[in-house]
């Protein structure tokens, strides 16, 4: 019989609906599950013992009431500690937030709680979603469930992490550059970026404004789809989100791929990648031609330019998100004789390296003289970018790519060479870059026993063709049905 910790999202919801399991045997398993493998994973910063017990309470009175719980009702989530959560500590894996407490919540926070999901806690993730790695983290390492020798991937590698490893049935990441999706990718399990406006970005402390974006990581693709459901569409308190309104993704579902063109970038097939990983992408590309979809190759010529690009607009955006925390109104405040000096103390505690490093580097791109040679550049040069993309998707309805050169690579062996860690990137940013839907869907593994992953990137809004591509070749093999041995 299938442990509770082991159900998917919706299994689990329905469950609950039908009085089979309660919500409090559901938080009960998963606060279990944590207490069993966090010694080796490391992937929550703060759990919710008590307010998830009291949350699956209320949920077992309403379904013992014959009220509808919602499609979430009574299942335990986890939550990127990017993300503020009412009374609940909220650390963006910074010092300078230690002990910060939001008195609010995040609108993906109160839509995810008002579907019925139970909140079991918060998420590790590199220093304000800086990283690829997880390792920015100024509160602690979060290791791979598949060998904890490995890194997670980054930033939302805690959410990664707890959905591979069992501790949830679903978690919230951010994505500004890819870190919804390299975890997706790394710790084997689903991953959707959903398009720049799709979801609101109020109550979610912010890296890169014009880039970060809310997505569900999850065991399979019909579960991240009802996740998206529960948090997409328009919020009054965020200018940036879309009126659009949210379509029904789970009914897309079980479409197929028969007829669908799908481009194939040439760019995304470099030079140094890791023979496995283009091998695993292939055969998955194959698999999906055998089932019917129409394989095109496509070019996207400004590809080489994407990591400079992002690397000047994010951090130059960075630069003006953190100048927020002066030690002043609330974070850390190291006293000292001056506010001058109150300021460089307390922002010298409070960040980290990876932090000051590219407060600095989108400083400069910001300053007096350089502004039109960096940061307006990039700019120009992210519209070719999304242009690019807006000729492959003339003749095609989706891409498929690759998500990272590399599977999971070994904890600190990129740390000294920021630029080989950027890199873990390079197939990722472009559609932040553009505001592009991406979702990441298991396609295999190397001979290390590491998960491969497969991208599917979309037209703006059209978030049901990626989940219904994600679908059709998850139904058709099985390596999201594998969980790591922890």
Known sequence: ??????????????????????????????????????????????????EALAAAEAIDRRV??????????????????????????????SRILERFVPSYDATVTARLKRAGAVVVGKLNCDEFAMGSSTENSALGTTRNPWDGSRVPGGSSGGSGAAVAAGECHAALGTDTGGSVRLPAAFCGV????????????????????????????????????????????????????????????????????RGLRLGLPREYFVEGMQPEVEAGVRAAVRELERLGAVIEPVSLPHTEYAIATYYLIATAEASSNLARYDGIRYGLRIPADSLGAMYETSRAAGFGTEVKRRIMLGTYALSAGYYDAYYLKAQQVRTLIRRDFEQAFQHCEALVTPVAPTTAFRLGEKVADPLTMYLSDIFTISVNLAG???????????????????QVIGRPFDEETVLRVGAAYERATEWHRRRPGI
């Open 64 to 93: 013992a009431a014959g009220e509808d719980p919602g499609p979430l009702g009574g299942v335990p989530v986890g939550i990127k500690d990017m993300i503020c959560t009412a009374g609940i500590r909220t650390t963006a894996g």
């Open 190 to 257: 689903v991953g959707l970026k959903p398009t720049y406006g799709r979801v609101s970005r109020y109550g979610v402390i912010a890296y890169a404004s014009s880039l970060d974006q809310v997505g569900p990581l999850a065991r399979d693709v019909a579960d991240a789809a009802l996740v998206l459901e529960a948090i997409a569409g328009h919020d009054a308190a965020d200018s940036t989100a879309s009126p659009r309104p949210v379509p029904s993704y789970s009914a897309v579902l079980e479409q197929g791929v």
């Open 436 to 454: 592009l839907p991406g979702l990441v869907v298991p396609c295999g593994f190397d001979t290390a026993g590491l998960p491969i992953g497969l």
């Open 1 to 50: 019989m299938t442990a509770l910790h082991e159900l998917s999202l919706r299994e689990a919801a329905a469950r609950v609906r039908r009085r089979e399991t309660s919500s409090v045997e559901l938080v009960r398993a998963a606060l279990a599950r944590i207490a069993a493998v966090e010694p080796a994973v490391g992937a929550f910063l703060t759990v919710t013992e008590a």
